[in-house]
């Protein structure tokens, strides 16, 4: 705020030009920071398509809230933004656990949150926007399993974690937190977050499961009353249930496309989970790695190509929505591992996009999981990329960058999508560099 009313002062004091110029030049530059919406099956940026390169890196507020580490915050998104990178999913949550968020149901840490609007405020100077997740179906930091203690301790008899999503005590646990996010007031910015055009997306949960209920109608039922009272307090932005992608109950003649047998007995179900009200695109993650075998082989990149294509296919058909691949990688803990087949395997899911994009398709993006500055290696699950460590992930990851800013450039509303003559990516080959 300091800063904003020095601003003001020197404006004052000016000459009228330089007050005028000053004045455009910030009208522009919000003119150029709009909010991301939907438009059809593509996302876009006032009259622009928005299809999008990112990555993952979900420890930012923990690091935020420490001195000594926030400087990490800063280097990834400088290091992203390098890159060409657009997009950034991370948590905007930690239930109970160390550095929390929030302590107990409705107790925030203040100064936690005050990390939390440093990556926000962090991610709109590199113009990275964010994917901001409100809770995990895991336990690390807390999830599911942490609203579950809490009911107990609150003497609720509960004994599944699964009642997360039926019990009303834990439904409205759940609500208080994303109420308290969507109405939270930057103390970098004063923006309020559901008014800030740097967060992209809402996401109910990290992979959602429920186990509990095969036939999908508990999650389901969870989802469609999430949905509406996100967009009840926030109807400006997109929305998304971060969703692996599994086919389901609904849809006997998808399962074919799943990885095994059990991804259609979590209690998710693709088509029938993204059509409910309020869900503004579709969410799927690709871990050939961890659902299929932990020994890499061609046939990891023959089913991360026809997962890709099948969800791409479905989003058109049947949800008429933009499908966002929220996280892909391999891990070097994979036996046979090589960052050769790392490359080989990003190129895939990248160049299956591609072939969405240049149709305007549904393939609104993909998200790497997950990009660490130098200095994290201790954080690292195995799929860490450290960009000044990989020189040739780096170079496909920023080739698809520039591919994707070229199209979105170059190509608006009023072209006709099918139009070749003014697509910019059909001069690409495989290989060609700008």
Same mark, same amino acid.
């Given at each position: 705020? =300091?800063?904003?009313?020095?601003?003001?002062?020197?404006?004052?004091?000016?000459?009228?030009?330089?007050?005028?110029?000053?004045?455009?030049?910030?009208?522009?530059?919000?003119?150029?920071?709009?909010?991301?919406?939907?438009?059809? &099956?593509?996302?876009?940026?006032?009259?622009?398509? @928005?299809? $999008?390169?990112?990555? &993952?890196?979900?420890?930012?507020? $923990?690091?935020?809230?420490?001195?000594?580490?926030?400087?990490?915050?800063?280097?990834?998104?400088?290091? =992203?933004?390098?890159?060409?990178?657009?997009?950034?999913?991370?948590?905007?949550?930690?239930?109970?656990?160390?550095?929390?968020?929030?302590?107990?149901?409705?107790?925030?840490?203040?100064?936690?949150? !005050? =990390?939390?609007?440093?990556?926000?405020?962090?991610?709109?100077?590199?113009?990275?926007?964010?994917?901001?997740?409100?809770?995990?179906?895991?336990?690390?930091?807390?999830?599911?399993?942490?609203?579950?203690?809490?009911?107990?301790?609150?003497? +609720?008899? +509960?004994?599944?974690?699964?009642?997360?999503?039926?019990?009303?005590?834990? !439904?409205?646990?759940?609500?208080?937190?994303?109420?308290?996010? +969507?109405?939270?007031?930057?103390?970098?910015?004063?923006?309020?977050?559901?008014?800030?055009?740097?967060?992209?997306?809402?996401?109910?949960?990290?992979?959602?499961?429920?186990?509990?209920?095969?036939?999908?109608?508990? #999650?389901?039922?969870?989802?469609?009353?999430?949905?509406?009272?996100?967009? %009840?307090?926030?109807?400006?932005?997109?929305?998304?249930?971060?969703?692996?992608?599994?086919?389901?109950?609904?849809?006997? &003649? !998808?399962?074919?496309?799943?990885?095994?047998?059990?991804?259609?007995?979590?209690?998710?179900?693709?088509?029938?989970?993204?059509? *409910? #009200?309020?869900?503004? @695109?579709?969410?799927?993650?690709?871990?050939?790695?961890?659902?299929?075998?932990?020994?890499?082989?061609?046939?990891?990149?023959?089913?991360?190509?026809?997962?890709?294509?099948?969800?791409?296919?479905?989003?058109? !058909?049947?949800?008429?929505?933009? $499908?966002?691949?929220?996280?892909?990688?391999?891990?070097?803990?994979?036996?046979?591992?090589?960052? %050769?087949?790392?490359?080989?395997?990003?190129?895939?899911?990248?160049?299956?996009?591609?072939?969405?994009?240049?149709?305007?398709?549904?393939?609104?993006?993909?998200?790497?999981?997950? +990009?660490?500055?130098?200095?994290?290696?201790?954080?690292?699950?195995?799929? *860490?990329?450290?960009?000044?460590?990989?020189?040739?992930?780096? &170079?496909?990851?920023?080739?698809?960058?520039?591919?994707?800013? #070229?199209?979105?450039?170059?190509?608006?509303?009023?072209?006709?999508?099918?139009?070749?003559?003014?697509?910019?990516?059909?001069?690409?080959?495989?290989?060609?560099?700008?």
């Amino acid at each position: 705020m =300091a800063e904003e009313v020095k601003d003001q002062l020197q404006y004052s004091s000016s000459s009228d030009g330089i007050d005028e110029l000053g004045e455009r030049s910030k009208i522009e530059e919000d003119a150029a920071w709009l909010m991301a919406q939907k438009k059809g &099956n593509q996302f876009v940026i006032g009259d622009q398509p @928005f299809y $999008v390169n990112g990555f &993952n890196t979900y420890w930012l507020m $923990v690091f935020a809230a420490d001195q000594s580490t926030r400087v990490k915050v800063s280097e990834v998104f400088q290091q =992203a933004s390098s890159a060409g990178l657009t997009i950034c999913r991370t948590w905007a949550f930690n239930d109970g656990q160390w550095r929390a968020l929030q302590k107990s149901p409705s107790v925030y840490d203040e100064e936690v949150f !005050k =990390a939390l609007d440093f990556v926000v405020s962090e991610a709109r100077k590199y113009k990275i926007r964010l994917i901001l997740s409100l809770t995990n179906n895991w336990d690390a930091y807390g999830g599911k399993a942490q609203y579950v203690k809490w009911g107990k301790a609150a003497g +609720l008899n +509960l004994t599944s974690d699964d009642e997360f999503f039926s019990h009303p005590t834990l !439904k409205g646990y759940y609500k208080a937190h994303v109420k308290a996010v +969507l109405n939270r007031v930057n103390t970098f910015t004063n923006i309020t977050y559901k008014d800030d055009p740097t967060i992209f997306a809402w996401e109910l949960m990290n992979e959602p499961r429920c186990t509990s209920d095969p036939s999908g109608n508990t #999650l389901q039922t969870w989802i469609e009353e999430m949905t509406v009272y996100v967009k %009840s307090i926030d109807p400006k932005h997109l929305v998304e249930i971060g969703l692996e992608g599994f086919y389901g109950p609904s849809t006997p &003649n !998808k399962v074919q496309f799943n990885p095994n047998t059990y991804a259609q007995q979590v209690g998710t179900d693709f088509i029938r989970n993204h059509q *409910a #009200l309020g869900v503004d @695109f579709a969410s799927v993650h690709i871990y050939a790695d961890s659902w299929i075998s932990q020994s890499i082989s061609d046939v990891h990149l023959q089913f991360t190509k026809s997962w890709i294509e099948a969800h791409i296919d479905d989003a058109e !058909k049947y949800l008429g929505m933009p $499908v966002v691949f929220g996280e892909f990688g391999v891990s070097t803990k994979d036996t046979g591992y090589n960052s %050769s087949f790392r490359d080989t395997l990003i190129s895939t899911v990248y160049k299956s996009l591609l072939e969405s994009t240049k149709k305007g398709g549904s393939g609104g993006g993909s998200l790497l999981w997950q +990009l660490f500055p130098e200095g994290t290696d201790y954080m690292d699950d195995g799929y *860490a990329i450290v960009l000044s460590k990989s020189p040739s992930t780096t &170079n496909i990851i920023t080739l698809q960058s520039r591919r994707l800013s #070229l199209f979105n450039s170059r190509c608006s509303w009023k072209c006709h999508w099918g139009c070749k003559k003014k697509n910019p990516l059909e001069k690409f080959s495989d290989h060609d560099e700008l």
